[in-house]
């Protein structure tokens, strides 16, 4: 069984901060991805890492894929009060041939205005 | 439609009941998933479907759990007898083949068994 581990598991921070989000396995993954999920509602795609050692940057954020692919990293600069959620990271074993993907799970953000 | 519909949104059951929870996901996905997600949780996989074939149920808990997707659009997850440990938030997602566009997630039904 493959398990993601994400760390810290919760983060409260002042807005205009930084911070950093850690998402570790002991097994290799094909891809990851990082979700955002608000209350009641269901998490909402932000990237897709393939390559190891891959960064993508959307905005503020930065997502960092591991050498090894079996790690990642999620970068926030200048946080905002809309970034407050909880954020999933997820791998796909292209192994296991259905697309599943194991989840973490997740770090909730609170950004103190 | 413009997005992956389910519902009811909440589903209050009896312990003992049955329930089943409906998936609509987004037009031309041919890939659709059912994933289970308690709460402080990360959604865990419970099945796959590729257009009407259920190609992986290993993450279904138990027999009293099933799912369906007759004509390759609309699925069905049904929960016989439920128990109080069923209670959580069932997602609903649909792709594209393969994982390159990531899922497009339902809000979810939230079951609560009492």
């Known amino acids: 069984t493959q398990l993601l581990e994400q760390s810290p598991q919760f983060l409260s921070i002042q807005e205009g901060e930084n911070l950093t989000v850690y998402c570790n396995s002991s097994?290799?993954?094909?891809?990851l991805q990082w979700y955002r999920q608000e209350p009641g509602e269901g998490p909402v795609l932000l990237v897709t890492?393939?390559?190891?050692?891959e960064v993508k940057k959307l905005k503020r954020l930065t997502f960092q894929f591991g050498d090894a692919r079996k790690d990642s990293s999620l970068h926030i600069t200048a946080a905002q009060p809309g970034d407050t959620g909880l954020y999933l990271c997820a791998g796909e074993d292209s192994g296991a041939g259905s697309y599943q993907l194991t989840f973490g799970k997740g770090t909730k953000l609170s950004v103190i205005p | 439609g413009a997005g992956v519909s389910q519902s009811p949104r909440y589903k209050v059951a009896k312990r003992g009941q049955d329930v089943a929870l409906r998936c609509d996901p987004i037009?031309?996905?041919?890939?659709l998933f059912w994933y289970q997600q308690a709460l402080g949780q990360g959604p865990e996989f419970l099945t796959y479907f590729q257009n009407e074939a259920q190609l992986d149920k290993s993450g279904l808990p138990s027999d009293r759990f099933f799912a369906e997707r007759p004509e390759g659009s609309v699925s069905t997850l049904k929960i016989q007898r439920t128990q109080q440990e069923d209670s959580a938030v069932y997602l609903c997602?649909?792709?594209?083949?393969?994982?390159?566009?990531?899922?497009?997630f339902g809000s979810g039904t939230r079951l609560t068994v009492v």
């Open positions: 890492v393939v390559t190891g050692g």
């Open positions: 097994s290799v993954f094909s891809s």
């Open positions: 037009s031309g996905h041919v890939s």
């Open positions: 997602a649909s792709s594209l083949p393969g994982l390159t566009y990531g899922y497009t």
